[in-house]
């Protein structure tokens, strides 16, 4: 009988509990208060989460160690890499929302910007003027939206190149291709060797993307895409835009990419392995690929990784300098956040010597002014110095797609690049395309 | 004292009798009709983690929300999107052939295992320890490690070209159907056949030696008595076959992210994507609806068709 009565003070506390956690819960959803992220004396920078995280550890930690981290302190928040954007597109409205945090450049915030969440920096920049001019202007003008600053550049740019395996080069008596044409011809060769001439990771959809970026600058230059992000629908029924398909669906029928690109990921490291064994000559993929090769075989990324610009396509209006690729990553501030001047301060980090040198030691491009005089201390200065040389004379670097437009615009634009690798099919592309909104 | 005891004028065995009579009359209502205070605490998790979220899972079909700022009111957009949206109703055919698979696969093979792993024997045992290793997989691990084994160039597809052809498995519908299913039938047979080796066990010795005398060899002591014995385990195991072949995610976010195209995009991974990928949470929800009307209808027609919900023994006279 004493069990039983003491039931309903069980129940009741039961009840207690589960309503506390229901009005945490609540709290933790609800409409956001102001002082975001971190204590009182603290703010919290949201990090991409992978092997380069410890970069933005550097980071926090040099800012904690000066006079002003002494007093408000940053404190470093990573969301696993894979789910990055979905983590802050859930957080970003509530009040656990971080008030400094990593993202892609202008598209990748912009529905942030117009739900007005984020604070524009041209007050910081004014302040402080190096915050600007140490960074090379093509890539802060890619944080920009309308006038006002939203991002200050962090980790390195990321252009996409054509890699090549030296060896299978030599073997086959080919040099790296500067026009379509003598792609053409060395995936015929590579092909009748039995190899699969070019490594595409299709099973993740973004590779297949890269090619399609490529093609489209280089037939019908940098212009179209620009207009196309400005809502502009016809541009994806242009002749060149046809013209773009039809090239990219020639290389594709002629067996380039092989037979199973579909089943091929590049994020298990299974398109990369292709090209460090040597069954594939080439691979279109983020300077990134540097270091995915290192860590499949640190010899060959050494003597045998080749790299080389996309090749030009003959009658095309793209520029042959113009790049495609990740520009820059960049830290927006939330415009709730407590700490603007602390912000301010852990921000201006990013142009510091001791920063910039640890980018670099790492294999980045920091886009940095100063970033040539340390490329020689990192573990690749051959080539960072080629790439960074590649980025001073691009005519145009295009930001990749599915980071011009916003994240919601993701989905529907691998969907449309992975169809066009299945079926060629011109009309569903350009319609699919056609059905974006304004970037 | 004295008053008392002049008092009471009842047999003091008598009493004590009616008293430990009144006790047991207490216990068996205690027993058979427990306080509704029992109730509450699964009453107040049911309601806040499930039926409060359906509710506003129900709300927020008829709002777009990307995630950031207040939902708006769309009225019935949502679903009449998604009553025209053939992705959908792919999807929801996609599901039911994938639990019709996975029951088709799984349910004979987990069967003549667990019967199997039944009998007695040393050796028998180990092979069904080992067996039991998918078990202790997460969804995940188990669709990491097959993702890698049926990579083209480096897997199996690549030593076995007889059997795998160009090896792309992962770029034609059927050969992706195919491989969620076969990943499906080594991840879940296990389970399945832990629950008919149990049952199999629970089969009364005797049948099987009366059978015996009687001349039956062991294809129809299987078919005359196993079988039969098994009934209720059986529908006990479709019914979690259905259940895990609708609820099926992970391992399609994985293996295949609903490629190639929408081929292999069932209606929860399709959930997912709307919400997560293209942050429109207003049409997931009104997907998330949908899911919990179909899979509550089947469930019903599972219990009702089947018997479940009257359960008879499959012993009565033994």
Request: aromatic fraction near 12%.
């Amino acid at each position: 009988m004493v069990g039983a009565r003491k039931w309903p003070r069980f129940g009741a506390m039961a009840v207690a509990v589960l309503s506390a956690l229901v009005v945490s819960a609540c709290g933790s959803s609800g409409p956001a208060a102001a002082g975001s992220g971190g204590g009182r004396g603290s703010f919290e920078v949201a990090d991409y989460g992978d092997a380069n995280d410890v970069l933005e550890q550097t980071a926090v930690n040099m800012y904690n160690a000066t006079p002003e981290g002494h007093k408000v302190k940053a404190v470093l928040q990573t969301f696993p890499g894979a789910n990055y954007s979905q983590k802050l597109q859930t957080v970003i409205g509530t009040s656990e929302a971080p008030s400094v945090f990593f993202n892609w450049g202008a598209g990748s915030i912009q529905s942030y910007v117009k739900a007005g969440l984020i604070q524009p920096l041209n007050s910081d920049l004014q302040s402080n003027p190096k915050l600007k001019s140490r960074f090379l202007p093509v890539v802060m003008n890619a944080g920009k939206i309308g006038s006002n600053y939203y991002g200050i550049p962090m980790r390195g740019t990321q252009p996409v190149f054509l890699f090549y395996n030296k060896s299978v080069l030599a073997k086959y008596h080919l040099t790296p291709p500067t026009t379509w044409s003598q792609l053409l011809s060395e995936v015929q060769t590579l092909k009748a060797k039995g190899l699969i001439p070019i490594a595409l990771g299709g099973g993740d959809q973004w590779p297949e993307l890269m090619w399609i970026e490529y093609v489209y600058d280089r037939v019908a230059g940098s212009q179209l895409i620009t207009q196309a992000l400005a809502g502009d629908h016809n541009v994806w029924k242009s002749a060149a835009s046809r013209k773009a398909l039809a090239d990219l669906s020639q290389l594709i029928k002629s067996g380039a990419f092989g037979k199973s690109y579909d089943s091929v990921k590049f994020t298990t490291g299974a398109s990369t392995k292709l090209l460090v064994t040597g069954r594939s000559a080439f691979e279109l993929m983020g300077s990134w690929e540097y270091s995915t090769a290192q860590g499949i075989s640190p010899s060959f990324a050494k003597h045998d990784l080749g790299y080389a610009t996309f090749p030009t396509i003959p009658g095309g209006a793209g520029n042959a300098t113009d790049l495609v690729g990740n520009t820059q990553n960049y830290y927006s501030v939330l415009k709730r956040a407590s700490q603007q001047k602390a912000i301010g301060d852990f921000l201006s980090e990013m142009y510091k010597p001791k920063f910039v040198k640890k980018l670099v030691s790492k294999g980045w491009l920091p886009t940095t002014t100063n970033a040539t005089s340390y490329i020689k201390s990192s573990p690749s200065p051959g080539f960072l110095t080629w790439q960074f040389d590649r980025v001073k004379q691009a005519g145009h670097f295009q930001e990749s797609w599915d980071q011009a437009w916003p994240p919601a615009q993701i989905t529907p634009i691998h969907d449309a690049v992975g169809n066009y690798f299945d079926n060629q099919s011109a009309s569903s592309f350009i319609s699919a395309m056609s059905a974006l909104p304004a970037g | 004292m004295a008053v008392v005891a002049h008092g009471d004028r009842r047999d003091p065995g008598e009493l004590s009798r009616r008293v430990v009579q009144r006790r047991r009359r207490s216990r068996v209502r205690k027993a058979g009709r427990p306080s509704i205070v029992w109730a509450v605490p699964a009453t107040v998790y049911f309601t806040l983690f499930a039926l409060l979220p359906l509710g506003v899972v129900v709300w927020l079909s008829f709002t777009s929300w990307s995630g950031v700022g207040a939902p708006a009111s769309v009225g019935l957009r949502n679903w009449t999107h998604l009553f025209s949206d053939p992705v959908m109703r792919e999807s929801i055919w996609l599901m039911l052939l994938l639990t019709a698979l996975g029951v088709v696969t799984q349910t004979p093979v987990s069967l003549l295992l667990g019967v199997w792993a039944a009998g007695k024997g040393r050796s028998r045992s180990v092979l069904t320890a080992l067996y039991f290793i998918p078990l202790l997989m997460s969804s995940a691990a188990v669709a990491i490690v097959w993702r890698a084994l049926l990579d083209p160039n480096f897997g199996l597809p690549h030593q076995l070209p007889w059997l795998f052809g160009s090896g792309d498995l992962f770029g034609n519908p059927a050969d992706a159907i195919g491989v969620l299913t076969f990943v499906g039938l080594w991840q879940w047979t296990p389970l399945y056949t832990l629950i008919y080796q149990g049952a199999t066990r629970a089969i009364p010795v005797s049948l099987y030696e009366a059978a015996s005398i009687d001349g039956a060899g062991p294809v129809r002591q299987f078919f005359t008595i196993t079988l039969p014995q098994l009934r209720n385990t059986m529908i006990t195991t479709m019914i979690l076959m259905v259940i895990g072949g609708m609820t099926t995610f992970e391992t399609i976010l994985i293996l295949t992210q609903g490629h190639p195209g929408n081929s292999t995009t069932t209606s929860a991974y399709y959930m997912y994507s709307q919400a997560f990928n293209s942050f429109d949470f207003g049409k997931a929800s009104a997907i998330a609806v949908v899911l919990v009307v179909v899979a509550t209808a089947i469930g019903i027609a599972i219990t009702k068709w089947s018997g479940y919900d009257k359960m008879t023994s499959t012993q009565e006279g033994v």
